[in-house]
């Protein structure tokens, strides 16, 4: 099973780029990462997924290097409404088991 | 296109009583997945369904069952509630499944377990 880690929290100012690394040591060939974000009182919601190298939307970016070890989940000039918990999430394709991150807290400040 | 719905949205239970959760998934989408999520335990997986059939279970005992229609829409049950069944219950849909596809999540479903 890929367990993950992530950081319990990150704080940042409107405007800046926000970085989040996830591991995932144990991810398998046919994974795929996936990041969702949750504000209070809601369920999450997809941002993006990847399997390697470089994927990007309109929200954000996710690095994904050669190893698949990590992944790195780039939100670019962030703003107080990107205030939220940040989840990293690795599919088992084969096994059918989930394994959500805790979640990381990340705090925009004016 | 309307998005997951769960009802109700919150719920205040005693233990040793049983509680049914329902959740209606995208339209179209053949996959719901229920999740708990508690403080310290983060966002565990219940299982999912697929097509009216249980296609996975994550690690939570036979007091948590599920099912779903043929409309797709699923329901949870939790008999003999405990005081640590107290949680955000979340369902999530999805066109393919929990594995291969894409999931959106309902606001949830808060428990109380006094």
């Known amino acids: 099973l890929a367990k993950t880690t992530q950081p319990i929290s990150m704080d940042s100012y409107e405007g800046q780029e926000v970085n989040i690394t996830c591991s995932h040591n144990n991810i398998a060939t046919n994974d795929y990462i996936t990041w969702y974000q949750q504000f209070p009182s809601q369920g999450p919601r997809f941002i993006i997924q990847?399997?390697?190298t470089k994927v990007t939307n309109e929200v954000a970016s996710l690095f994904i290097p050669a190893d698949r070890k990590s992944s790195t989940l780039s939100l670019p000039r962030v703003s107080l409404s990107d205030t939220a918990v940040y989840y990293c999430?690795?599919?088992?394709?084969?096994?059918?088991?989930?394994?959500f991150g805790a979640g990381t807290t990340v705090t925009v400040r004016a | 296109k309307a998005g997951v719905t769960q009802t109700p949205r919150y719920l205040i239970k005693t233990r040793g009583q049983q509680v049914t959760l329902s959740c209606s998934p995208i339209s179209g989408h053949r996959s719901v997945s229920w999740y708990q999520q508690t403080p310290g335990q983060g966002l565990q997986f219940l299982f999912e369904?697929?097509?009216?059939?249980?296609?996975n279970k994550g690690n939570f005992p036979g007091r948590f069952s599920g099912r779903q229609f043929s409309n797709s829409r699923s329901e949870m049950n939790v008999s003999t509630l405990e005081l640590g069944d107290s949680a955000l219950y979340l369902c999530?849909?999805?066109?393919?499944?929990?594995?291969?596809?894409?999931?959106?999540f309902g606001p949830g479903t808060r428990l109380t377990v006094l």
């Open positions: 990847g399997y390697k």
């Open positions: 999530a849909s999805s066109l393919q499944g929990a594995m291969s596809d894409t999931q959106y």
């Open positions: 369904y697929f097509s009216e059939t249980q296609r």
């Open positions: 999430l690795v599919l088992r394709s084969n096994d059918y088991k989930l394994s």
